[in-house]
DNA sequence: CTGTCGTTTATTTTT
DNA sequence: TAAACGACAG
């Protein structure tokens, strides 16, 4: 069965033993040796309960998943197999805590929002976006409010201080709301594992084979809980490739990788270095670029693949002849035979999406932007979870303040108001208080607010019976969500109503898999994409190469390839920044199987202005060093 | 609550 | 440039 691997293959699949660190080159089958190891543990007869994999996206999980199952029949289906924050998540509601909130992006600016006009800062002279990534890093580092105040006071730094007081308020408005945010969901977990031993040793007890998967993206925080997890039986296997190492801004440490052989004391490593996806000329561009790089493990990715088309290089004068020629050019493939479906146009910034789009459209293809607003980060679907969050976790005034007026019941900030202060002195939450009512209540609010507290009572009786979809439903239905979107003229109002239904038919689909209404609920909040970008072959792709990693396809364009935007303008003064944007690069151009384009445009709109920028050095890298090698990882420069 | 006007600010975004 | 946000009027 496991025939068709290769030599490498083969012992990452069969080295189940100890810490194993597999390098794993792009395009190398580092998901299929993931797969094969489950696999083959398996069928040794360890039990599937007895296996930990996780990964960092819902759909690498989902598709291990998949293929587990399919290679080891219904067995596989109870290995545990999730992202790290669906992992820390269950753990969590079983040995920690039943309800909670997991907060997302958007609830934690409301939520730093409150906590800085509480520590009496300006929110507009302090941006909340910034204290966001100063707390989300401080929590990818596992350092807690304290220590962040400590530390700040020791280098007598007075905005740091300041800002550790509203990470502190920031927690505790957390904690009354009983919300955790996607940093706390990992630093709970450690927490939870290293304040009550007893729980750790169940779980270390427990998962005798863990993998972890892209390894190279983990924060700080994540390789801790690795680190707490492995002992006893320490078979720990990590698969990555640092050169794919494109998170950092995110708080992956790509040390953890480059450190694993000495913190888990590793004698195992390997290379998979065979690469089954691109031509040889590709591949030798890439290695070109990434050559330059001079923190890396060193590794040389080769295929049995025929050399194919020489990489090409088009550089136009702005950014709509780039597009133009882009879609030239495609027009030219699918004359060819090529399918929509085969082609992707990757570039550094959202912004650069334009005038692709408009040419693609205007010309008549089908093309579908990945990225942008995510499902459960729509309004209507904040909406409708707010209702259930709060059925769920009558303490989340968070969610409540979003749905205290949705739809519309007269309830304005005045109102509101009035109900917060009464809550905070009555110490109770701005559900309970709605429930309660108070004599201090004037008439007009005790009218406005009688209807809600009806609809939240008569919710709550639902919620004791219905299953998630069901809920969902007397949501929309009960709260008069539904009529609103009917009635309302807006060209959107259509879609956010099919958004909606789509929603309660991600929960009937959920209901299947996950038990209790609470799980499935904390469940929809991680997910990303529930549109899973089905693999059409209609449509051009267009995205960011951050959301190329770990895809592929037969024709890449990648572009915007100029000085200053990519690398981007920030890297240009910090070599570790401009090895991020090399691998970035590198990551682009690896996802391309027969053929690759690099194009820039001489001149680009920048900020309003119309500016010259210089062809990257990643192009002048492609080539590779003089006397080397000319032919394959030559460029075939393209007159427009 | 909704619309309009000025102000601000400009990567990348697995969960 | 333009989109996104907040303030304020109606």
């Known amino acids: 069965m496991t025939d068709h691997l290769n030599p490498q293959q083969k012992k990452a699949v069969e080295i189940t033993e100890g810490p ?58 109870s290995v ?33 929002k409150q906590a800085l006009k509480k520590m009496g800062h300006d929110p507009k002279k302090v941006k909340p976006a910034m204290v966001r990534e100063l707390i989300q890093n401080a929590k990818n580092s596992l350092i807690d409010p304290e220590s962040f105040c400590l530390n700040a006071a020791a280098h007598s730094d007075k905005l740091r201080m300041s800002m550790g007081e509203v990470y502190q308020e920031y927690q505790r408005i957390l904690e009354n709301n009983g919300g955790l945010d996607f940093g706390d969901l990992i630093v709970e977990t450690v927490n939870l594992f290293k304040n009550r031993p007893e729980v750790l040793e169940k779980y270390r007890e427990r998962f005798e084979y863990i993998m972890v998967d892209e390894y190279q993206d983990t924060n700080y925080a994540q390789y801790v809980l690795i680190k707490l997890l492995a002992p006893p039986h320490n078979n ?79 550089e136009f004068m702005t950014s709509r ?60 679907i904040k909406d409708i979870l707010a209702y259930m ?37 009555e110490k109770k939450s701005l559900f309970d208080m709605v429930i309660s009512g108070s004599d201090h209540f004037s008439n007009a609010i005790e009218k406005k607010i009688q209807p809600l507290r009806e609809l939240l009572l008569r919710l709550n009786e639902t919620y004791e019976t219905d299953d998630a979809a069901a809920l969902a439903k007397d949501v929309i239905e ?25 929603l309660v038919s991600a929960f009937s689909e959920e ?22 970008m089905e693999e059409n072959q209609e449509y051009i792709t267009l995205m960011t190469v951050h959301l190329a990693k770990g895809l592929e396809f037969p024709v890449v364009f990648l572009t915007g390839l100029e000085e200053e935007l990519f690398p981007y303008y920030d890297a240009l003064s910090d070599p570790a920044q401009m090895e991020e944007e090399r691998r970035l690069c590198y990551v682009g151009m690896t996802r391309a199987e027969k053929l690759l384009y ?16 210089l062809p990257s050095r990643f192009i002048r890298e492609s080539l590779g060093n003089k006397g080397q090698d000319t032919v394959a990882g030559d460029l075939e420069y393209v007159y427009d």
């Open 20 to 77: 194993l660190l597999i390098f794993a080159g792009a395009g190398s089958g580092k998901t299929t040796v993931i797969i094969h190891r489950i696999v083959r543990l398996l069928n040794q007869g360890v039990s599937p309960f007895n296996i930990l994999a996780v990964t960092f996206t819902n759909k690498a999980a989902q598709e291990m998943r998949n293929r587990v199952k399919q290679l080891a029949g219904p067995e596989g289906e």
């Open 80 to 112: 545990w197999i999730s992202t790290f924050h669906a992992f820390a998540s269950r753990v969590l509601r079983y040995d920690y805590e039943k309800s909670f909130t997991i907060y997302d992006e958007k609830d934690q600016l409301v939520a730093i």
């Open 236 to 314: 720990i296997c990590v698969v990555g490739d640092d050169d794919q190492s494109i998170y950092s801004w995110r708080g992956a440490n790509v040390r953890n990788i480059l450190d694993f052989e000495k913190t888990f004391k590793c004698k195992n490593t390997l290379k998979l270095e065979q690469n089954y996806r691109s031509t040889q000329s590709i591949l030798t561009a890439a290695h070109n670029v990434i050559q330059n790089n001079l923190s890396r493990k060193s590794k040389k990715l080769w295929t049995d693949n025929p050399s194919g088309e020489k990489v090409k290089w088009n």
């Open 321 to 380: 002849e780039e597009a133009r020629g882009v879609v030239k050019e495609i027009q030219r493939l699918i004359g060819m035979g090529y399918r929509p479906g085969d082609i992707a146009i990757f570039y550094r910034v959202n912004a650069q999406s334009r005038p692709f789009e408009d040419l693609l459209r205007y010309s008549g293809y089908n093309y579908k932007i990945v990225g942008g607003l995510r499902f459960y980060e729509r309004k209507e």
């Open 389 to 425: 969050r709060v059925l769920m976790n009558p303490g989340d005034d968070i969610s409540f303040e979003r749905i205290i007026n949705t739809p519309a019941r007269g309830i304005g900030a005045k109102s509101l108001l009035t109900i917060k202060e009464a809550a905070a002195t």
């Open 478 to 502: 009960l709260s008069g969500y539904h009529r609103m979107l009917e009635l309302d003229e807006d060209l959107t109002a259509r879609s956010r109503l099919e958004n909606i239904e789509e």
């Open 511 to 532: 209901e299947n898999k996950l038990s209790s209404i609470d799980d499935i609920l904390s469940e929809i909040s991680l997910l990303t994409e529930l549109d899973n």
């Open 598 to 613: 690099l194009t820039n445009a001489s001149q680009r709109m920048m900020y309003g202005q119309s500016k010259w920028h």
